[in-house]
């Protein structure tokens, strides 16, 4: 999987398409996430008392619950943050599978996630170099092609770690009785985009290697191949996050937080 | 233009509880481990999940992107009727929360949507919309003269006026299963302990008006804990038994919530008491108890509040128990099937759960299923009158601390 950026002389113009798309990608989170916070803020601050109209009275309500003192577990913040959300035990002490499953997606998805915005974050600095005239002073792999090359490597490895998961999801959902008759259209929605993703990386890099993934198909498809992956993945794995199943990146690891761990 | 009004409101909720509506990634443990699914035939309204679900998708219609652009959607009576039915059916045994990989405390969540509910005028269910009237009136969900909570203790009882510890009965052993709180009272005097306890002055704890969402109500629950907790300070507590698991976790988790303020005493389980004294070398038996003894957690005793050794503690102490265990225990017991309001406002469900839950006790061939509650005591009665398992005994702990002990409680009165 590979950035778009680079690969053709249409460079320039894509650069600014996928700053806008970026932009506006986190603009409809932002909304999303200020309507959600709204709507949690609507609870009250304590129980048994009347519903707040302050749009902080869920981080209140969060960080209230997190100096209290529980009855049955009364775990650390640290170890919350470090067993239950980095490592994911409360899946683990449950099914052994389900948590191979999860954890291939959340390290591959995270960290694909962490290196796109890295190499975001480079190639801006380099461009807003080039124009103001700092670019040279910039340390060496701060520049472009280097820090994509660095990358390379590391983004194919998550790539099939998250692929791994994505795969023994949908398997499940598809071939486990019981998966398969609970699941609504908010469970698949969230697998079906994310395989989409997760295929189309996969196929936008082999276009332009001429690897596997390619499937033969011809290098002038690569940059509409690259820009369809970029934008899906800012689309759905950004702006999507408020509406969707998505949430749950967020609203686990909060729960998690509030309840100590849980029971 | 007028916009419509959502058909919900959020009374009652944290801002955390409306979050956690969101953070269901629909994994299906709970549905797996529900008692009241499983026994009601598996209705799909009952299984948590879905409760979860429909209520952020109540949220959604009321308060979501769409509902502010263009006005709430109109949720028709009938499906929040259904809803209420459904969110009702649960004994608030706390397995959900237990096995959620997302940590939602789901028991907290439907106490919320009951009381939403109530406040809407919705809530209710059935029978447990008398709980109200009852205890305002009576003190107690019984309809019982609450002169009658001790005043049947036989004369060899002695029950001081103030005292270091007390002994909170409960409406249930005062009232109803009395041997329980007989025992309780005849271990304490034989063990030399000074106690006291609150008599006709004594309110429901108000675990009834809690669990069904109807706390709220005049704020008949808080004032009742505040006047318990009043009057057990004027007794001189320090320490105050329980032998009542729904008591126990209403005065450890509920009074200080409602009242707003720490508990100028300490909650202790008898059980939690016996222990400590077993580990002093206190305690003389002086008869053998030569049976197979398997123990059922209460919920509110065991998976809410965490006391799960001193009860098994105090029966492997017993001389000639043989202590065996059921499949399901502790963290991940099965419920008997009484809390919550059920046993009152759907009894066909109660049964169903404690019949299943005596079948994991016949399992393991014991002769006596003891527990340490007697809301449990009396449906898994219920339930083993129900399968027909007479060989099976049900007891409390407490009443078997008390035969060890030698002592007699065939002048039990009846209720
Ligand atoms: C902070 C962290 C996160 C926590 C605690 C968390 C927790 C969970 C849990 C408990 C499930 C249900 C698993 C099951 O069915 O047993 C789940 C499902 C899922 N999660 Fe996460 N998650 C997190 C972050 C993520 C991230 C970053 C992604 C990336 C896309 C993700 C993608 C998914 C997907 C696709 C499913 C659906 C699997 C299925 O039901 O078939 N999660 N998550
Ligand atoms: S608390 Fe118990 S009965 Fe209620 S939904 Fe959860 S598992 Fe079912
Ligand atoms: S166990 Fe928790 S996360 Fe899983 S389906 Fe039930 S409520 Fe949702």
């Known amino acids: 999987m590979d950035y778009f950026s680079g690969i053709s002389d249409a460079l320039r113009v894509t650069f600014v398409q996928m700053m806008i798309l970026s932009i506006i990608a986190i603009g409809i989170f932002i909304v999303g996430m200020y309507i959600n916070f709204k709507k949690w803020s609507m609870g009250s601050t304590g129980y048994g008392q009347a519903p707040s109209k302050s749009i902080w009275a869920f981080p209140k309500m969060l960080m209230y619950q997190m100096s209290q003192h529980a009855h049955v577990h009364n775990q650390s913040v640290l170890e919350t943050i470090v067993l239950d959300i980095l490592f994911q035990r409360r899946i683990l002490r449950r099914s052994k599978i389900r948590w191979f499953m999860h954890i291939t997606i959340f390290i591959g998805w995270m960290t694909l996630f962490a290196m ?81 993703i997760t295929i189309s990386g996969f196929i936008a890099d082999g276009i332009r290697t001429g690897r596997f993934w390619g499937f033969g198909i011809d290098y002038a498809y690569a940059p509409p191949a690259a820009l369809f992956h970029v934008v899906i993945s800012l689309l759905f794995c950004i702006a999507y996050i408020p509406f969707s199943k998505y949430i749950h990146i967020l609203a686990i690891p909060f729960t998690l937080l509030a309840n100590k761990g849980g029971e | 233009m007028v916009k419509r009004q959502p058909s919900i409101t959020t009374e009652n909720f944290t801002a955390v509880q409306l979050m956690e509506l969101d953070a269901c990634s629909r994994c299906g443990e709970c549905v797996n481990w529900c008692p009241t699914y499983d026994a009601s035939g598996q209705n799909p309204g009952l299984a948590p999940r879905d409760k979860i679900l429909r209520w952020a998708e109540f949220m959604k219609k009321s308060y979501g992107l769409r509902a502010r652009l263009f006005g709430p959607k109109q949720i028709p009576l009938e499906e929040l009727e259904q809803f209420k039915n459904d969110v009702y059916g649960c004994t608030t045994c706390g397995m959900c929360a237990t096995v959620c990989e997302s940590a939602i405390n789901t028991v907290e969540l439907w106490e919320s949507m009951r ?101 709220f109500i005049n704020d008949t629950a808080k004032i009742n804990a505040q006047k318990n907790v009043d009057n057990i300070k004027a007794k001189g507590a320090k320490i105050v038994l329980y032998a009542c698991a729904g008591c126990y976790r209403a005065s450890l988790i509920d009074w200080p919530r409602l009242t707003g303020k720490e508990l100028p005493f300490k909650v202790v389980h008898v059980t939690e008491f016996l222990q400590d004294l077993i580990k002093k070398g206190e305690i003389k038996w002086e008869k053998s108890i030569d049976k197979k003894v398997t123990y059922h957690d209460p919920c509110h005793l065991g998976r809410h509040v965490g006391v799960f050794e001193p009860p098994r503690a105090v029966l492997e102490a017993i001389p000639g128990i043989q202590f065996i265990e059921m499949e399901r225990i502790k963290e991940n017991q099965r419920c008997c099937g009484a809390g919550g309001g059920v046993k009152a406002g759907i009894p066909d469900l109660a049964l169903g759960v404690a019949s299943t839950r005596v079948e994991d006790a016949l399992a393991t061939s014991a002769d006596i299923l003891s527990s340490a509650c007697p809301f449990c005591k009396r449906n898994l009665s219920d339930g083993r009158d129900a399968i027909g398992a007479k060989e099976l005994e049900v007891e409390d702990v407490i009443v078997l601390v008390a035969e060890a002990m030698g002592i007699d409680l065939s002048d039990t009165p009846a209720e």
């Open chain 1, 116 to 196: 796109s915005g890295a190499m975001f974050f480079v190639e801006m600095t380099h461009m807003i170099g080039e124009r103001i005239g700092f670019a040279e002073t910039l340390p060496w792999f701060m520049s472009p092609e280097v820090f994509r090359e660095l990358l390379a490597v590391p983004n194919d490895v998550f790539s099939y770690i998250l692929l791994i998961g994505v795969v023994i999801a949908i398997y499940r959902r598809l071939f486990v009785a019981k998966a398969r008759e609970s699941t609504i259209a908010y469970d698949s929605i969230l697998i079906i985009g994310l395989a989409v």
């Open chain 2, 115 to 215: 009381a939403n509910l109530v406040k809407s005028g919705i809530g209710p269910f059935g029978k447990q919309g008398m709980f109200l009237k009852l205890i305002g009136e009576y003190k107690n969900p019984y309809m019982a003269d609450n002169k009658d909570r001790i005043n049947w203790f036989p004369a060899d009882i002695k029950v001081e006026e103030q005292a270091e510890v007390l002994y909170f009965g409960g409406c249930t052993a005062e009232l109803r299963q009395r041997k329980l709180a007989l025992a309780t009272a005849r271990v304490l005097n034989k063990l030399g302990i000074k106690f006291t306890m609150l008599g006709e002055d004594e309110i429901c704890c108000g675990s009834a008006l809690i669990r069904t969402g109807q706390y």
